[in-house]
């Protein structure tokens, strides 16, 4: 039996004990749900691991067998993506006031922070728009 189906099996367990505790939650009682909320939030981390140990497993795995050099390329390309995001982000992104006046303790790197992830987010969104297109119009002047 190969890793696939293993992996496969594993995951349609877990969604069955998910899609039951979702059932169970849903039915009980409010009091009940606050008692056995503890005992939920053990399982989801359990399935959360579970989750995470098989996409580790599957990235490695697919790492050894595909052509490392290229996977090293694309990996320092994003890296390069997020250190330009984060160095052209100011850290005034983000109003702080909002947060502030409601208590919540934000400072100028956590909106430099997001103001890197929004940046991030705007590069990677153009550059797979322009590969689309790109793609898309490289395959209509071949035809």
Same mark, same amino acid.
């Given at each position: 039996m190969g890793l696939h189906k293993i +992996? &496969?099996? +594993? !995951?349609y367990a877990l969604g069955i004990i998910g899609a039951v505790l979702a059932l169970v939650i849903m039915v009980s009682d409010k009091? %009940?749900?606050l008692a056995m909320s503890g005992n939920i939030l053990v399982v989801a981390y359990i399935v959360l691991g579970l989750v995470l140990a098989m996409v580790l497993i599957f990235? @490695? &795995?697919? @790492?050894?067998e595909g052509d490392i050099k &290229?996977? @090293?390329l694309t990996v320092g390309i994003f890296a390069a993506v997020i250190g330009i995001s984060y160095g052209i982000s100011?850290?005034?992104? *983000? %109003? *702080?006031k909002p947060f502030t006046d &409601?208590? =919540?303790? =934000?400072?100028?790197s956590d909106s430099k922070m997001v103001g !890197?992830? *929004?940046y991030a987010f705007y590069i990677l969104a153009v550059l797979a728009i322009g590969s689309m297109l790109f793609g898309g119009a490289k395959k209509i002047f071949n035809k």
């Open positions: +992996i &496969k099996y +594993i !995951a009091d %009940d749900t990235v @490695l &795995k697919g @790492l050894f &290229k996977t @090293l100011s850290g005034t992104d *983000l %109003d *702080l &409601k208590g =919540v303790n =934000v400072d100028t !890197a992830g *929004l």
